[in-house]
């Protein structure tokens, strides 16, 4: 596992994607790739990202 890689709260995600902690929640259940630690949730950065994009493509088409 390279050390680059950020796994970001709840919070810090949609503070990156300027939208509320509800939203986010939302695009868990629609597929955003996140990780389950015990009881807690991170997503990988660079997933998200990905995620984001391959989604807001697929829209656009």
């Given at each position: 596992?390279?050390?680059?890689?950020?796994?970001?709260?709840?919070?810090?995600?949609?503070?990156?994607?300027?939208?509320?902690?509800?939203?986010?929640y939302?695009?868990?259940?629609?597929?955003?790739?996140?990780?389950?630690?015990?009881?807690?949730?991170?997503?990988?950065?660079?997933?998200?990202?990905?995620?984001?994009?391959?989604?807001?493509?697929?829209?656009?088409k």
């Amino acid at each position: 596992m390279s050390s680059d890689i950020k796994f970001l709260t709840v919070e810090d995600v949609a503070e990156m994607l300027q939208v509320t902690r509800t939203t986010i929640y939302n695009l868990k259940k629609k597929g955003m790739p996140f990780i389950k630690l015990g009881k807690n949730i991170r997503f990988d950065q660079d997933e998200v990202v990905e995620w984001v994009k391959s989604k807001s493509m697929s829209e656009t088409k």
